[in-house]
């Protein structure tokens, strides 16, 4: 069982963390580790405000705060921070809207638009209408980014879904590999000591090196 999921459920938040680094994703969902730093503790305190409110309405608009969702056809289970949904005619609504609200900027990789189609998957599948599209909120720019559910980030999601159950039923974390952009900004830096290896790969190579010197030297 995976910790922190139901059996045969992985946590959908996972898939953030798999897309940011699989090193990363295995040290939490694997071997249970996991340090706060700045952003993420500012990340928590955002998830934390954004929950505590309470569903509310408008015309034509009604919200869900912390909404539990999950899909079996992806074998994922979560949590939206706010739903949208707007007012249609009949028992169907007009359209469904996951907001994901995270704690900085957009980036360029495409991590929080893959956890965000997957809320948007989930909900398709529990309420048998289809999310076209959804939004991410960010905090530090405080905009809101529309993202089209499109086809190929609905099977850019559904590999990363593949991905992510294969890495934990393996049950092995990758070694780590250090990458400027990616490592200086994550909170288990000093737990994950991806320069480790590359520190022991320059001393086995210096070895060798020193050993192939010696024996020519005879």
Known sequence: ????????????????????????CALIHLEGVWIDNRRTAEGNVLHARVHEETGEGRPGLRIARGLPVASE???LIGQCDVVEFH?????????IVPVEYKRGRSKSHEADR????AQGLCLEEMLGQPVTKGALFYGESRRREVV?????????????ARRLHGLLAGGVTPPGVYRAGVCRGCSL????????REALGQASVWFAERIERLLSEE
Do not use: F, K
Request: with cysteine; glycine share 10%; proline share 7%.
């Open 1 to 24: 069982m995976v910790p922190g999921s139901e059996e045969g459920y992985a946590p959908l938040s996972a898939l953030q963390h798999l897309i940011y680094c699989e090193r990363q």
């Open 73 to 75: 056809a992806l074998g």
């Open 87 to 95: 007012v249609g005619t009949g028992s169907h609504w007009r359209a």
């Open 114 to 117: 893959i956890q965000l189609c």
């Open 148 to 160: 089209e559910l499109t086809p190929e980030l609905r099977r850019a999601t559904g590999e990363a």
């Open 189 to 196: 830096l000093e737990v994950c000591l991806p320069r480790r």
